[in-house]
């Protein structure tokens, strides 16, 4: 019995054939259609990080270049710096504030807003519609509603009698005055995730548990909230994350006072790289910023983490 010896050329053919199978095909698309998304966290996310890094381990300002290699001093300094403490105290203040109420109004409206009707329709647009408001033109114009003398706030609260407030320029009042204007303004992004999550959940859980006699609350808490949660952890993750990133409202609002009542860390890493040209420190503080927030998503996720399947 003789054995036909394959040629080269068929053996490379079949590595092609196999190569390109519809599946590889199919997995070569879907990377054509994530390439650009790549591409644009490589240069705009992924290198600022490494290159803020590097930078925080000079005597670097975008005036001067970088000059002398310092190693750790910057973060050692930063152990040591009390306003870089408070700022990180006002942030976590912010985020503790605003996070879980938004979540919770967020869930309330859209079980409230989630049938398809004409005013829940409304509703729901008027809910978005901060949402694609640029947020400079929202904090100006909160800003001109929070004043003490002409604001829209103080004239109703006249109107039924109460003394005129005194918000932004008041050290206790400035940073839930302006956590209530990021509430309002978010709500709807927060409102529309949750609502795609809750049309998600089969309604044959619900029936059953209305056959077997269970009431709305009891629905809610062992059907609805169950199976909500790897969404609401994606809701709670982001709004985290977007919540220590809060500058533009601080900048246009109040510049971080008063008495550094909302200088968040955002706000203070511009003010040293920015205005004191020290883009060293700010960098260093920078990454231990992201540092806390890997660590403040990843314990998030954990809490959330759930096996349930639907």
Do not use: C
């Amino acid at each position: 019995m003789t054995t036909v010896p394959i040629s080269s050329t068929d053996q490379s053919s079949s590595f092609l054939a196999k190569l390109w199978s519809p599946r590889n095909r199919y997995y070569f698309i879907a990377f054509l259609f994530i390439l650009p998304a790549l591409i644009n966290f490589s240069i705009f996310r992924y290198l600022p990080i490494f290159a803020a890094a590097r930078a925080s381990l000079w005597q670097y300002s975008l005036l001067g270049g970088y000059r002398d290699f310092i190693g750790l001093q910057h973060y050692q300094f930063m152990m040591e710096d009390i306003y870089f403490w408070k700022s990180m105290k006002v942030t976590a203040l912010f985020v503790l504030m605003k996070v879980p109420l938004q979540v919770l109004l967020s869930l309330m409206f859209a079980v409230l807003l989630q049938k398809e009707t004409r005013s829940s329709a409304v509703v729901r647009s008027a809910i978005f519609t901060p949402v694609v408001t640029s947020v400079v033109v929202v904090s100006i114009i909160w800003a001109m509603m929070y004043h003490s003398q002409l604001g829209l706030i103080n004239s109703v609260l006249s109107a039924f009698g109460i003394p005129r407030q005194v918000f932004l320029s008041d050290a206790d009042r400035a940073l839930p005055a302006m956590t209530a204007m990021m509430i309002w303004k978010d709500l709807g992004f927060s409102m529309i995730i949750i609502m795609a999550g809750l049309k998600g959940i089969p309604v044959v859980y619900r029936e059953a548990a209305i056959v077997d006699g269970a009431k709305p609350w009891q629905i809610m808490r062992y059907i609805t909230l169950p199976l909500l949660q790897r969404v609401l952890m994606f809701v709670v993750v982001t709004q985290t994350i977007f919540s220590f990133q809060n500058f533009v409202p601080v900048y246009v609002m109040t510049k971080g006072g008063p008495m550094d009542s909302t200088k968040v860390i955002v706000y203070y890493i511009y003010q040293y790289g920015f205005l004191f040209q020290d883009m060293g420190y700010a960098s260093a503080m920078s990454v231990v910023t992201l540092l806390v927030l890997l660590v403040i998503s990843m314990i998030q996720m954990r809490l959330f983490r759930t096996d349930v399947e639907y």
